[in-house]
């Protein structure tokens, strides 16, 4: 399949110009070029290794890019604007949560370290936007893994920022965590706020997204409007756009950027 290239929407909330990421010899990111529009929702498909992780950690400004640009919320990430992280939110593996303080001190915290008004009345909210206020003065360590995911998202709305990344967040969750996870998604999906996510999870990716990617080997392979995709078959499709790249090039087994 033809690698697609794409370029930036100078109306973009999301744009990437020619993403070049590489950790000595290995090459993690090879060129990613892309825009997503202010309300748009797009998921990232991919296997371990094809550097998604790297690509969003570039986009929030935890890593620099070894060669290319890109803005978010038009800032250049490469500047380190202080102004870029009050516009986005981010959910990565890890938590960022203290185990032995309470969902709803967790989150009076997190606001206080924004600076935001009323960091009470705002932590409270958010716990009840992601459906948890009956739990909101248990200690984080005693929730499940959905619970402490729903948390982490609460976490990372409490300053309403108009971007979102997630990195795998169905990662571990059972079903019923998946669904709710799920829900709490598709409200905070609004035309007011870009999401980026990566994930596993193709049904719930493709439910959820208005724009549809698949990344292999540090580059977009499929970039496309998800309602362009027949859903029922797009596994096949996934698989059969990672066959065609595997005679193609090779890597080294557990590069870096997941």
Known sequence: MTETTH?????????????????????????????????????IFGPNGAGKTTLLKI????????????????FDVLEGDPGMKRQIGVIAHASCLYSDLSAVENLIFYAKMYGLGRPEERA???????????????????????????????RAVLHDPPILFLDEPFTGLDPQGSNNLKETLR??????????????????????????AVQSKGRFVLYEDACNLEKHRFEDLYFEIL???????????????R
Request: hydrophobic letters at 40%.
């Open 7 to 43: 370029s930036a929407d100078t109306e973009g909330a999301i744009e990437a110009e020619g993403i070049h990421k590489t950790f000595g010899v290995q090459a993690a990111l090879r060129g990613i070029s892309f825009s997503l529009r202010k309300g748009e929702f797009l998921t």
């Open 59 to 74: 986009l929030a400004g935890l890593a620099k890019p070894t060669r290319g640009t890109a803005r978010v919320a038009g």
């Open 124 to 154: 409270v909210r958010a716990i009840e936007n992601v459906g948890l206020k009956a739990r909101m003065h248990d200690r984080v360590r005693t929730y499940s893994r959905g619970m402490q995911q729903r948390v982490s998202i609460a």
């Open 187 to 212: 409200a905070l999906h609004t035309d007011k706020r870009t999401v980026l996510m990566t994930t596993h999870d193709i049904a719930c990716g493709l439910e959820l997204s208005d724009k549809v």
């Open 243 to 257: 066959a065609d790249r595997l005679p193609a090039e090779k890597t080294a087994p557990g590069g870096p950027g």
